[in-house]
């Protein structure tokens, strides 16, 4: 450390208005527009720089073997003088430069070299002698990283060259080898993004990611629309119901500005409960299939109240093969005429000891048509219900819980249309049918269809990759994607001078990405 020089408090104070030209800016802040009275005077450890050479010495051979060279860290040391107009005013400028100078690891800029920097951290300075308010100290700026960088990054977009290759050519016009950014677009999909240069290769993704693949996919088939707008089979036989009349109609209702699929009219009377029926055939898949789904999930929400005690009325919901045999479905009824208890049925292909039925019954629950949670799970938002259908096994959804049935009998069977009735029962219309029974949601699909598809690749079209050389991090939308990181990856820097980077995306990509390269020049 050098000794403070002291002078006369007296003398006039400089106009700082014009910067030394060795000026420091610690963390962009110029110590001398912050603070009265302080200017620099010179800075010394900017300059030439020595390396440290590690080497090995062999007992009895001259000289030693080479290993490599490294660079220390830097201490930079600023010459400062501070005259200050009164003690208060010494004491608050040094108050303010601890103030300034406490930050770690940030930005040092000079005034003579303002398009570069160092990263430093204050680490010591010179202790004042009492009795003076003009002094000359030092401060200490120690650099764990000796290099100094452009302020700004070098960007350069790659091109094709005439060998058709995309080629980013990099002129680092530094001493010291830079790092390497990049920002890719990908213009279509592709599977892999390949990096090449003299200096080492990265690569990421899949090299033989297919553009496509044959996939199994659910398609929807039929919604409630497809009900709502299909005609009223009243020549058809419901085939869970086979009994019951289906003369009547079914019509479109309205609660609370939703449209539900209702109750219309009796029709004829053939049994003990009848109303309208609507079949609806699913058309073909996308590979032009129309014989029907071995399996199948669909997903329905119903409404089912009674205003008053007494109220009664049915609905079923079966899903058919092309020949009418019932494969699986539910039934929703309440027959009590002086009370509130409605029925939730589970049934499927196969004989009932009931000969109204066209299925087995497998489980049978009880519940109130009233409004509330606990008792009625069919009330308005809260009606959910599904059924999904894979060979031989079957789970239906009741009530926030799955159950699920093998059924061998079902196992081969294809469905390839649904049913829907509403019926009143016994002639019950009018204030003496439920005040709403009703099917306002219905979606079909046909489960695992096999498709050949152009595959959602691992980067997308649209997606930007971002790269930190320094770091070694590979990003897709800003998000830290490691995993796509093939063995063997080396984040290459590049030498001082002109450098090539050549890129390789997957054979099948339609458009080749927007590569732009950036690297932050580095003199020692």
């Known amino acids: 450390m050098s000794l403070y020089s002291y002078h006369d408090t007296s003398i006039r104070i400089p106009d700082g208005s014009i910067l030394p030209s060795e000026a420091m800016s610690y963390d962009g802040v110029y110590l001398e527009n912050e603070i009265e009275g302080y200017r620099t005077l010179h800075v010394t450890g900017r300059e030439l720089y020595g390396a440290e050479i590690k080497e090995q010495s062999i007992d009895t051979i001259d000289g030693s073997n080479y290993i490599a060279r490294r660079y220390p860290p830097r201490t930079i040391t600023v010459t400062y003088q501070l005259l200050a107009s009164s003690d208060q005013a010494f004491r608050d400028a040094y108050n303010k430069m601890n103030r300034l100078l406490n930050g770690e690891q940030v930005k040092i800029i000079f005034n003579d070299e303002t398009d570069k920097y160092f990263i430093g951290t204050k680490k010591g300075i010179t202790e004042n002698e009492k009795g003076t308010n003009f002094v000359i100290g030092e401060i200490e700026i120690y650099c764990t990283d000796p290099l100094k960088y452009s302020t700004t990054l070098k960007e350069v977009t790659a091109s094709k060259n005439s060998d058709g290759e995309l080629v980013a050519s990099v002129e680092n016009n530094g001493s010291m080898p830079a790092t390497v ?29 297919a553009d496509g693949e044959t996939v199994q996919q659910n398609e929807t ?132 000891p009931n000969p109204k039925l066209g299925g087995k019954v497998l489980r049978t629950w009880s519940f109130q048509t009233n409004h509330l949670h606990s008792q009625n799970p069919w009330y308005w938002d809260w009606g ?5 259908k894979e060979g031989a096994d079957v789970t239906f959804y009741y009530w926030g819980k799955y159950y699920k049935y093998h059924i061998p009998e079902i196992e081969n069977m294809k469905c390839a249309k649904v049913q829907v009735s509403i019926k009143a029962w ?18 079909y699909q046909k489960m695992h269809v096999d498709k050949w598809k152009d595959i959602p690749n691992r980067f997308r079209s649209g997606d930007v990759i971002t790269i930190d050389g320094d770091k070694g991090k590979f990003y897709v939308n800003g998000m830290n994607r490691q995993q796509d990181e093939i063995l063997g990856t080396q984040y290459f820097k590049v030498d001082p001078g002109t450098s090539e980077i050549k890129f390789r995306v997957s054979e099948w990509t339609k458009t080749d990405p927007t590569i732009k390269v950036y690297i932050r020049e580095a003199w020692l």
Request: glycine share 14%; proline share 1%.
């Open 221 to 352: 088939l039929g919604t409630i629309n497809d009900l709502l707008n299909c005609a009223d089979d009243t020549t058809g036989t419901i085939a869970i119901h086979p009994k019951y009349g289906a003369k009547g109609t079914l019509a479109k209702k309205t609660w609370f500005n939703n449209s539900f699929l209702g109750f219309g009219s009796e029709g004829a009377i053939v049994g003990d409960a009848n109303g309208g029926l609507r079949t609806f055939t699913f058309p073909a898949d996308s590979n032009g299939d129309s014989d029907g789904a071995v399996n199948f999930y669909s997903y329905f929400h119903i409404l089912m109240w009674a205003s008053r005690m007494g109220q009664t009325g049915e609905m079923d919901l079966g899903f058919l093969t092309a020949d009418n045999k019932l494969i699986c479905g539910v039934n929703w009824y309440k027959t009590d005429t002086s009370g509130n208890t409605g029925y939730y049925e589970l049934i499927v292909n196969g004989t009932s």
């Open 426 to 443: 016994k002639n019950r219309t009018g204030n003496k049918f439920l005040y709403y029974l009703g099917l306002n949601r219905f979606t």
């Open 384 to 388: 959910h219900c599904d059924i999904r």
């Open 181 to 209: 950014d990049y920002e890719i677009t990908a213009n279509s999909d592709t599977g892999y993004i390949g990096i090449v240069s003299n200096n080492g290769t990265m690569q990421f993704g899949k090299i033989d990611e």
